[in-house]
């Protein structure tokens, strides 16, 4: 059931500027990382992936950064449009869990014109 | 393109009947694919791994009488709610394996119970 009260964090954008969207992650055996981007009433669609072995991944208008030292995970988003107006999950795969994701809380980006 | 299929992509079932929900990898053959729920302003969790040709492996508090998993065949996994109650209400999502770690998702399915 719906749990009442509970909201996503939610981070506003002007158009045109850079999204930071940011994640903590809790397994420090995690050796693979991926952002998703869930518009509503859909499955989540891949944005972009990194290996623990790397600390910074660049696709188109997007960049991942990775700071195992803190545990930490990011995603920047360039030049931000109304179309990335949706929820974006972190997620993580353990060294052995056996290809099993665990995803983050979300956080909801509502771009402003 | 979509590489992963699910039908219906929303269902209204009466309490206590039972709703088949099909899981379709489009372009490759897929011996692992995950069933997922998610609950409104919620994250997604994994409620099970399905394996072609064998049992699902059903993650600690999901109830594998109630969520009948079957993977007969490399491209269709099923799941079915079994005795739906109102509290199943969800959005019920799939995903399978590209490689050995990147998950691609369908478009899920919403599942309402009266």
């Known amino acids: 059931g719906e749990s009442v009260g509970l909201h996503l964090p939610t981070l506003s954008v002007q158009e045109g500027d850079n999204s930071i969207i940011n994640c903590a992650y809790s397994?420090?055996?995690?050796?693979?990382f991926i952002w998703y981007k869930q518009e509503s009433g859909k499955g989540p669609q891949f944005i972009i992936d990194i290996r623990s072995n790397m600390d910074k991944r660049q696709g188109q208008r997007v960049t991942v950064l990775l700071n195992k030292t803190v545990k930490h995970l990011s995603l920047q988003i360039a030049a931000t449009q109304p179309g990335d107006s949706a929820v974006y999950f972190c997620?993580?795969?353990?060294?052995?869990?056996?290809?099993?994701?665990?995803f983050g809380a979300g956080t909801q980006v509502v771009v402003t014109p | 393109g979509a590489v992963v299929s699910q039908h219906p992509s929303w269902v209204i079932c009466k309490s206590g009947t039972s709703v088949k929900i099909e899981c379709r990898s489009l372009?490759?053959?897929?011996?692992?694919m995950f069933w997922y729920r998610q609950f409104p302003k919620q994250s997604l969790m994994l409620m099970a791994t399905?394996?072609?040709?064998?049992?699902?492996?059903?993650e600690q508090g999901v109830e594998k009488d109630k969520f009948l998993i079957n993977h007969a065949s490399l491209t269709l996994s099923t799941l079915t709610v079994t005795s739906a109650h109102p509290e199943d209400s969800s959005f019920y999502i799939c995903?399978?394996?590209?490689?050995?770690?990147?998950?691609?998702f369908g478009p899920g399915t919403r599942l309402t119970v009266l």
């Open positions: 399905s394996n072609e040709g064998s049992k699902a492996t059903y």
């Open positions: 397994n420090s055996a995690s050796d693979y």
């Open positions: 995903s399978r394996r590209r490689g050995s770690d990147t998950q691609y």
């Open positions: 997620a993580e795969k353990g060294g052995d869990s056996w290809g099993k994701l665990q």
């Open positions: 372009d490759f053959q897929a011996t692992t």
